[in-house]
């Protein structure tokens, strides 16, 4: 099925990608006793996709993973990981399931190994395998110095880490983080992306959320935007970027006194809106093709325009969150 | 699952809280321990026995043959003496940890914030209910192991046999366990460490299994065997108070104290552990300890316990009359009836859909979801079975009369409509906005009841009839009303039924109030 723009009540917004669907909410709502945390959700991921679950505090992020990975029970709809209904076989769906909160509470009266130790077994990995996944987690980790201390000892930073290798312990096929980066200091965030960066790669499916929008641009392959329990917006960031975006933000810079010229030949250009010009620097929306583009761009320099830098404003998911939540683009 | 050393959870303890150092001083404190109860138990019984030996000379004969006698048993009686304070001790630390080690396992996660990583593992709640019930006392019981050896030999030297040692170590087991599982299951209703909280259900449940001892005396004296004291006294012939000549009756047929203890205990404890697995994996929102057809069976199984359990002779000093088996029976019933109805309460969410789809018709009156009163009634019909069954099967022991079976029926439809509104009542709780509502709802009630009391206690100044027609109004205690005869109980009985059939209806209209309400509440969010 086709990415349908995303409007709420939607049959199924599904997110393009290289495989099977790997998460499937489909029709999901949770309600508390007089909220509804999350409304008619339907959302489909394929394999390998990172997709970052984005929007302010109370949009319904957190019900909805946490729901995914077994730990709530939907009102109505359900959610499948892998094939599995979670509500109905929590125990089957969780093997493929690693969770991690914006909380990193670890069992302190436990050394390092004994901690990843005992959620290997609880995950029921082959005996055979636990002792090599172990140690394998710990250097991925970076925590080999610290293999047989405890974890009573080490620093938050550590703990952090130890929770991360905790949820990958089991090769999960799928990753659920709440608010991940939530304490990390930015080289431990550096290294948790690059940790996930090649968790993906090794085809892992990620569902991230965040409301530091900035901490999943460059990073997710897909978006969605979450407002007052809806998913507003889905797809692939490019994709929702364009579907949004027809009419491109452009920057204009010049040396000289050519503001007049500018706005004259702007003005008389199709396509163009929303001029806003000063002194050395401007910016407009242009709707037109590629080649439009560059006649545009031709059409200043052979008015005499002495052009010091033109270009597209690229759009950052932030840009877009903004525009969404202040339902520019609804 | 068997292989409870493989269990990762009970490993975890095991780690955790056995580390070599903190093994071998245990091992090292319980022996010293044990050293010093083995010196007091010698010197008392020297002491005992020099005291016996001065005062020969001033007695006849048969003193000096006594203490002859103690003299030449006196090496085994020491080692019986060490051998029941070890058992005694043993049994002590053992239930009292199980019970406070586990009673605080879940709510404590809950608090780290370790529980939700647990609940996510394929873990199932079996699996986790099994590591945490022998995983959390890990320390108790290790320090039993340590000291199983001396009890062994103190016990055997002391002239009992192995199979008595076995059996009071069958009993302390099963208390410990049994005790353990109740303290799971009180940390599983505190939604964070509370000690207050789990303080008083501890103690309670510590309180009545320990307690349950008394009941020798009473109709039903199996129920000591709750009780590993019970089988304490009986398996080493501590035989005080003349307990160990009362024997524990099974539908009318006497039984070993032990087997009756795994009996209960076993029964009991299976009860607990159905509403754990049914829970452990929830989230706390989403906690119902049974379904509805479960609390209808545990209201027919504790019936059956009690008739199973009853005796009837000489020994209990009682009046063996039907009437007064069949108006207890209607009591603990309503103590059965609220209990089951607390513990079948649907939460506000799934109460929310079930009322939607039957506004649409696609669900009954007798819904999972739906509103307790059909399963209370059914229970007490279920009950009220078991009464006919229970007093016709005992009517050749006592003076028996049908006119019981017809009293005995209004008496459990009166109680039957005020637990039916009691419990309206806290379901209507549970949809305000109130912190904790089950746990108000019942102190509301008791505020009710105490309220009614009072205002009976008035009313009985300007006469006794007056405060008694108020009480029958307002509370069910009017018949139980001894001197009435077949159906004639008091108006105020029968005008207290039809108040409280009004009430119910009442709160039956503010629930469907409430429900209608919050549906049409606009989205709000909620993280």
């Known amino acids: 099925?086709?990415?349908?723009?995303?409007?709420?009540?939607?049959?199924?917004?599904?997110?393009?990608?290289?495989?099977?669907?790997?998460?499937?909410?489909?029709?999901?709502?949770?309600?508390?006793?007089?909220?509804?945390?999350?409304?008619?959700?339907?959302?489909?991921?394929?394999?390998?996709?990172?997709?970052?679950?984005?929007?302010?505090?109370?949009?319904?992020?957190?019900?909805?993973?946490?729901?995914?990975?077994?730990?709530?029970?939907?009102?109505?709809?359900?959610?499948?990981?892998?094939?599995?209904?979670?509500?109905?076989?929590?125990?089957?769906?969780?093997?493929?399931?690693?969770?991690?909160?914006?909380?990193?509470?670890?069992?302190?009266?436990?050394?390092?190994?004994?901690?990843?130790?005992?959620?290997?077994?609880?995950?029921?990995?082959?005996?055979?395998?636990?002792?090599?996944?172990?140690?394998?987690?710990?250097?991925?980790?970076?925590?080999?110095?610290?293999?047989?201390?405890?974890?009573?000892?080490?620093?938050?930073?550590?703990?952090?880490?130890?929770?991360?290798?905790?949820?990958?312990?089991?090769?999960?096929?799928?990753?659920?983080?709440?608010?991940?980066?939530?304490?990390?200091?930015?080289?431990?965030?550096?290294?948790?992306?690059?940790?996930?960066?090649?968790?993906?790669?090794?085809?892992?499916?990620?569902?991230?959320?965040?409301?530091?929008?900035?901490?999943?641009?460059?990073?997710?392959?897909?978006?969605?935007?979450?407002?007052?329990?809806?998913?507003?917006?889905?797809?692939?960031?490019?994709?929702?970027?364009?579907?949004?975006?027809?009419?491109?933000?452009?920057?204009?810079?010049?040396?000289?006194?050519?503001?007049?010229?500018?706005?004259?030949?702007?003005n008389g250009f199709p396509h163009v809106a929303n001029i806003k010009l000063s002194a050395g620097w401007g910016t407009f929306q242009f709707a037109g093709s590629d080649d439009e583009t560059a006649s545009l761009l031709a059409d200043l320099v052979g008015a005499g325009v002495r052009v010091k830098t033109f270009g597209e404003v690229k759009q950052t998911v932030e840009d877009l969150y903004m525009k969404v939540s202040k339902h520019e683009v609804m | 699952m068997l292989k409870f050393w493989r269990n990762p959870e009970f490993v975890r303890h095991v780690r955790a809280e056995l580390r070599p150092a903190r093994a071998v001083t245990v091992a090292v404190v319980v022996l010293f321990l044990c050293a010093l109860i083995g010196l007091a138990c010698w010197s008392e019984r020297q002491s005992m026995l020099t005291n016996a030996e001065n005062s020969a000379p001033h007695i006849d004969g048969k003193w000096t043959a006594y203490v002859e006698t103690s003299r030449q048993q006196n090496s085994q009686q020491t080692w019986l003496l060490l051998c029941k304070w070890l058992f005694g001790l043993q049994c002590g630390l053992v239930t009292f940890w199980s019970l406070f080690a586990c009673a605080q396992s879940v709510s404590a996660e809950r608090d780290r914030k370790t529980w939700d990583f647990q609940r996510t593992t394929s873990l199932r709640p079996a699996e986790m209910l099994i590591g945490k019930l022998l995983g959390e006392p890990v320390l108790a019981y290790f320090g039993m192991l340590c000291v199983l050896p001396l009890t062994l030999i103190a016990g055997l030297l002391g002239g009992l046999s192995f199979w008595s040692l076995v059996a009071a170590y069958g009993s302390i087991i099963a208390g410990a366990l049994f005790l353990g599982l109740g303290g799971l299951w009180v940390s599983t209703l505190v939604e964070t460490r509370s000690r207050g909280v789990e303080m008083i259900g501890g103690l309670g449940l510590y309180g009545f299994t320990m307690g349950a001892h008394a009941f020798t005396t009473t109709w039903f004296p199996g129920l000591a065997a709750f009780s590993p004291v019970t089988g304490l006294h009986t398996v080493l012939g501590l035989d005080s108070a003349g307990r160990r000549s009362v024997v524990p009756p099974l539908f009318g047929h006497s039984v070993p104290w032990i087997v009756l203890t795994l009996l209960l205990d076993g029964s009991f404890g299976a009860g607990l552990v159905l509403m754990l697995v049914r829970n452990l994996k929830r989230d706390y929102s989403e906690i119902r300890p049974l379904s509805r057809w479960q609390a209808v069976g545990c209201a027919a199984f504790l019936n059956f316990v009690f008739y199973a359990l009853l005796k009837f002779g000489p020994s209990t000093g009682s009046g063996t009359d039907s009437r007064l088996l069949a108006t207890f029976m209607v009591s603990i019933n309503g103590a059965i009836l609220f209990a089951m109805g607390l513990a079948t309460l649907t939460p506000h969410e799934r109460l929310k859909v079930w009322w939607r789809q039957r506004a649409v018709g696609t669900t009954s009156l007798f819904s999972e979801d739906g509103l307790p009163w059909p399963w209370l009634a059914l229970s007490a019909v279920v009950a009220y079975a078991l009464m006919v069954w229970g007093l016709l099967a005992w009517r050749l022991s006592m003076d028996f009369h049908t006119r019981t079976l017809g009293t005995a029926a209004v008496q459990l439809l009166v109680v039957l409509v005020f637990i039916t509104r009691d419990i309206l009542f806290v379901q209507w709780c549970t949809l305000t906005q109130m912190r904790q509502p089950v746990l108000k709802g019942f102190f509301f009630l008791c505020l009710y009841y105490v309220a009614a009391a009072v205002v009976s206690a008035i009313r009985g100044i300007s006469g006794e009839a007056s405060g008694i027609a108020a009480l029958s109004i307002l509370t069910p205690v009017g018949v139980f009303d001894p001197r009435v005869e077949w159906l004639h109980f008091s108006a105020g009985v029968y005008e207290g039924l039809a108040l409280q059939a009004g009430l119910i209806a009442v709160i039956v209209v503010g629930i469907s109030n409430r429900l209608g309400r919050v549906g049409m509440v606009a989205t709000a969010s909620g993280d």
């Open chain 1, 1 to 266: 099925m086709p990415y349908d723009g995303g409007r709420f009540g939607a049959p199924s917004q599904i997110v393009p990608g290289k495989a099977d669907p790997l998460i499937e909410l489909i029709g999901l709502r949770k309600e508390y006793d007089n909220l509804v945390a999350v409304e008619d959700l339907n959302l489909t991921i394929p394999q390998s996709e990172i997709f970052g679950l984005i929007g302010p505090n109370g949009a319904g992020k957190t019900t909805t993973i946490r729901i995914a990975c077994g730990l709530l029970t939907p009102t109505t709809g359900k959610a499948v990981i892998d094939g599995v209904d979670v509500a109905r076989e929590p125990e089957r769906a969780q093997r493929s399931i690693g969770y991690l909160s914006d909380f990193f509470a670890v069992y302190e009266d436990l050394k390092v190994w004994e901690y990843l130790d005992y959620f290997a077994h609880a995950y029921k990995v082959e005996e055979r395998q636990i002792s090599a996944r172990v140690n394998g987690v710990i250097a991925q980790v970076s925590l080999e110095v610290k293999r047989d201390a405890l974890i009573h000892g080490l620093s938050r930073g550590m703990k952090q880490r130890l929770g991360i290798g905790r949820a990958i312990i089991h090769q999960p096929k799928v990753l659920l983080l709440d608010e991940p980066a939530s304490g990390l200091d930015p080289k431990a965030r550096l290294e948790l992306r690059n940790l996930l960066r090649w968790l993906q790669e090794q085809g892992t499916t990620i569902l991230i959320s965040s409301h530091i929008l900035t901490e999943l641009e460059g990073f997710c392959t897909s978006i969605g935007i979450m407002e007052k329990g809806r998913m507003v917006r889905s797809g692939r960031i490019e994709e929702v970027t364009a579907a949004e975006h027809r009419a491109r933000d452009m920057r204009i810079g010049w040396v000289g006194d050519s503001t007049p010229v500018i706005e004259a030949r702007l």
